[in-house]
């Protein structure tokens, strides 16, 4: 405890001193640290967003960090040693929920800290829905969907209930080791309506037909806890059919060459986007929403696309969404969001799963040990 | 004067008593000997016991966030004093109206939803409950409301459920059992603490699962390592040390290193399962991501802390022993059961004490090769840590299997005396 105190005491007086000598320089700090989930994923946020920030602003130091999937815990850790050493933090919608009830995120208006859009509309407008919490800035829209092996299954699965059929589609699946998604697919493919789901899953009896359904290929999964993991499983040819995020699917397929197919049949749709830690100091906090303002406009969010096939969050981008940085292919058929691939799509319920997972977790835990 | 001299106390060269003179002498090197030991003693204190105290203490407290539960609910706590859940009637108006009071200044600060997080981990849906209430709530005027309890059912009629307010009412000391009556499987219903339902008992399962997969492990160390152990112990200098650098090599290597080469060897689609089917056999075998993946990656991981304290005890056992044993007439057998054997017995329990209290404690290989029937308890731990943000029962579960651990260590003490083992 003691230790973690000191060291953090430490960080904070080189970033004291940072500050202290962005105070000569105007009123914004000349260091910023900015959080997300490292891989292909934070490396397009660092050729679309930082690099030109970076360019704009001379001298500014841009510290890279790879916790968010720890976002929420090490933020209350910051906050209750009173030293918060993050200035923009990547996380998605239901994280920025709990930091924006917790008071661990800064609230923001989008119409006066966000940029227009091109044609004048309004940010709030621009992003319409997507802003779910007062603190979140949206930036993407990402699903969680199936790939599968196209060489090794003699029919391409159609359907996501195509997963419960082992028949047809021999091999094993990857799926992810907690029940988010895998109770809703479940019982999709047991016949519920999908404006039934959560109401089924509410109930004692909704939770025994998921893992029932689950039970017919409970033999036949490798539980995945790490997204680059099914890709790998893919490639090995461990499974033939499995679920990640939709970015690291395409990846393996349009990058790496595999024989990968794209299962879009009821993906689920999750938003990823920016916050600001509360109560920083407050020439970091002009730096971090200076940043965000540049990072999330019209054109910064259509040029991520051209690295990672996750569809921007304003509805002005979508148009300027182009090619491939390097392979020079066309974006939009990748991204989720497109008519294509979005036929039959279902958004996570963050309000939901707040209040149900650790209850439904402690149940899916039971079950994959019985 | 012979007489004073003899009669009175000895006195040292300066005069004092040479008693008192002794005793300080006797001080000052004790105080020296306590600076010299000061820095060891500070590292242990601030690194190890003070980690472990504030994790004993955080099974217990109650809190929600940084401040205790009845610190953010004064009113409530005081109001539901008198109030008895198995009556099965709600609580007083006044316990609804110091609700709406306390939820107030609560929300005030934020912590209204840290509140619901805390309730939430015993009933499911307070987090939710108090989530949604929040602005609706802080803009009710206190002073302007004749009927509370309706005024809260109208924000939310979960707040007209029972089992709420009993869990409210169940948490409102500064200390709590809850995170203990998790960490053991059991639940707080209306009527009192019920254990779960045998298949929902999923800590008791991972803590016999942990210890049993950690005794084989254990076990498969020890078959392995000690024939290796006394080959080294046995051979010449030249070729004993040429074997230990076999040993030692994948010790120094890292640790996700050699658990990812396992996965490599042993998936469906590896190096193991290739060689399988190129021999005939027609079904690939499932060898990772199951309980048999663990043990093969632990056995091997674990097994230099086997080889290394065996290999030093049957370094110091002379091997005339054994040819005075077979000129005695002992074959081959007896003379290891009845002569070797016995004196290698303190490496046993160094190494098999060591493996085993690592191997309690691992958290890595378990989860990289362990599928669904082959993690940890200390897998659970980290998720309860790190992902739901269950300090309270996090720290409980590392308490019990600390007590474990201890309680094992007292065992293994009175069976084969701690004195005998020895680590060289």
Redesign the interface.
Known sequence: MKLTKMMLTTTALTVAAGAAFAEGHGSMADSMTVVSWGGAYQNSQVKAYVEPYVEMNEGLEVVTDESSAEAVTKLRAMSEAGNITWDVVDVVAADAMRLCDEGLALEIDPDTMLADAPDGTKASEDFGDLIVSECFIPQIVYSTTFGYRTDLLDTAPTSVCDIFDTETFPGKRALEKRPIGNMEWALICDGVAIEDVYDTLETEEGVQRAFAKLDTIKDDVVWWSAGAETPQLLADGEVTIGSTYNGRLFSAIAEQGQPIGMLWDWQMFDLDGWIIPAGLPADREARALDFVKFATDTQRLADQAKYISYGPARASSAPLVGQHAELGIEMAPHMPTDPNNAQNTFLFNYDWWASYRDDLDAQYQAWLLQ | MADTTTDGPMLAADGTPLKQSLARALRRQKIRALMLTAPLLIFVL??FI??IG?MLMRSIQNTA??EYVPDILPNVVAELEEWDPTTGELPSEAAFKAMIIDFQVAFE??Q???LGRRF??ET?????LF?KS?RKVSRMDVAEITDAKAALLDVDEDWGNLQYWATIKANSGYYTSSYYMAAFDAERTIEGVQMKDP????YQ??MLRTLWLSGLITFCTLAIGYPVAWLLADLPLRTSNLLMILVLLPFWTSLLVRTSAWKILL????VINDIWIALGFSDRLSLI?NQLGVVIAMTHILLPFMILPLYSVMKTIPPSYLRAAKSLGATNTTAFLRVYFPQTTPGIGAGALLVFILAVGYFITP?LVG???GTFISN?IYFQ??????WGLAAALGTIMLAVVLLLYYVYDKLVGIDNVKLG
């Open positions: 601030v690194s003070m980690p504030s966030g940084t600060n934020k209204h939803t840290q939430n981990y499911p849906g307070m987090s939710s989530r929040g298949d929902q008992r999923i399962k991972l998936q469906e689609q590896g991501n989860e599928g669904a029937d659970r840590f790190s992902t739901l943000g269950n």
